[in-house]
């Protein structure tokens, strides 16, 4: 079974609201909200390659990430193995560099979004992390 390396970077605004892109109808899993981020290339430390995806797709220079959770998903005839940050320091203006939708999302709206069944735990452990930062 083939495995693929991810670097995913939950982009937290000063409203709370949550960065999501709409994959492209003709990729796979296309049609469905995800969270920006992408594959790590062979030789590419993970931050580099959230780094690297996040100017690609949206346009955004982090300045600080967290790691916020690490996951597998087993998709059948592929693993993906997930490095998910949490970024609320970052620069620049969110926009779709690679044509697809973006939006910020409330925590609310996060939940009754279309995502790729890897997006499920990343979605909770979200809303615990906003839960936990609520109650400080």
Same mark, same amino acid.
Do not use: C
């Given at each position: *079974? ?10 937290? &605004?000063?409203?709370?609201? !949550? ?5 492209? /109808? ?9 969270? @920006?981020?992408?594959?790590?290339? /062979?030789?590419?430390? #993970? #931050? +580099? ?12 220079? !982090?300045?600080?990430?967290? /790691? ?24 620049? +203006?969110?926009?779709? &560099?690679?044509? &697809? @939708?973006?939006?910020?999302?409330? @925590?609310? #709206?996060? #939940?009754?979004?279309? *995502? /790729?069944?890897?997006?499920? @735990?990343?979605?909770? $452990?979200?809303?615990?992390?906003? $839960? ?5």
């Amino acid at each position: *079974m083939q495995s693929i390396q991810v670097a995913i970077g939950v982009v937290v &605004n000063e409203k709370g609201e !949550i960065l999501v892109a709409l994959r492209d /109808p003709a990729q796979e899993q296309g049609g469905l909200w995800e969270f @920006p981020g992408g594959k790590v290339e /062979p030789g590419e430390q #993970t #931050t +580099q390659a959230l780094a690297r995806e996040l100017a690609e797709e949206v346009g955004l220079e !982090i300045e600080q990430a967290e /790691p916020l959770l690490s996951l597998s998903h087993d998709y059948g005839e592929r693993r993906v193995e997930l490095a998910i940050f949490w970024i609320a320091r970052f620069r620049g +203006q969110a926009r779709a &560099n690679e044509g &697809n @939708p973006i939006r910020w999302v409330s @925590p609310q #709206t996060l #939940t009754g979004l279309a *995502m /790729p069944a890897a997006n499920q @735990p990343i979605v909770s $452990a979200v809303l615990v992390r906003l $839960a936990a930062e609520a109650a400080r």
